[in-house]
């Protein structure tokens, strides 16, 4: 099956369209209104540098949800310890900055300097948000993500010390279930997220979910300060 390559417009084929390995399209930028159409079809970009952008919807689709995160024993115990502090929004640009460096046995990062600049103008939109932790004064660990209606599309996570962004993610899906939210998108299968409760479904499945957590209105503008100010009110 040919690759759709996306033309000026907004546009994108039907998921169903997509290759055995998830490939959709290619081609088009990496504008907000794309990426934001992009995410409310179940569809993502990743490409590596010196590549054209991709964009993909893979099937199965893995999936974390709010009620059913798996926190171990040994990370309750570390997380009772209080030696790392979470927050919200306070430092997005970093956060993806730490994303970026490549990991061990990789050469390179699939987070180019154009996704970097993208991702960050969703920021300043309010649709982007990163969960930091920190040490001290340390920033440890931390993940980020696009949020629409009542779904949260994780991109990447980084941990400079051990068990950093398992808290993150721990923490995020706090937040979300307190404010209703459906589910976490974990878009390929990994160990990691595997072992906190994330798990395929149909991409059939994903995308009437994600339709259904899209007629919520979404939660815009920095976590850390809408956070901040309802504590403010309660405390009030």
């Known amino acids: 099956m040919p690759v759709y390559r996306l033309p000026e417009a907004v546009l994108f084929p039907p998921v169903d369209r997509a290759t055995k390995s998830g490939l959709l399209a290619v081609g088009g930028d990496l504008s907000p209104e794309r990426l934001l159409a992009a995410y409310r079809e179940g569809i993502f970009p990743w490409y590596g540098a010196g590549e054209p952008i991709l964009w993909w919807s893979p099937d199965p689709r893995f999936v974390l949800f709010p009620d059913e995160l798996h926190v171990s024993r040994s990370m309750r115990q570390f997380l009772k310890k209080g030696t790392v502090r979470i927050t919200f929004d306070r430092a997005f640009q970093d ?133 901040a100010e309802k504590k403010e009110n309660q405390s009030g």
Not at 134 to 163: C, D, H, I
Not at 165 to 173: D, G, N, R
């Open 95 to 227: 956060v993806i900055s730490f994303c970026r460096r490549p990991r061990p046995g990789q050469d390179g990062t699939w987070i180019t300097r154009e996704m970097r600049e993208a991702y960050c103008v969703l920021h300043d939109l309010g649709y982007a948000h990163s969960v930091e932790v920190w040490q001290g004064t340390k920033l440890a660990g931390g993940l980020y993500g696009v949020s629409l209606g009542r779904a949260f599309f994780g991109e990447s996570m980084f941990s400079a010390t051990p068990n950093a962004s398992k808290a993150a993610l721990i923490a995020l899906v706090e937040h979300l279930r307190k404010r209703g939210f459906d589910l976490i998108d974990c878009q390929v299968e990994t160990a990691h997220l595997a072992g906190l409760g994330a798990r395929p479904i149909p991409r059939r499945t994903f995308c009437s979910l994600l339709r259904r957590s899209l007629d919520h209105e979404t939660l815009c503008g920095n976590w850390g300060e809408k956070l």
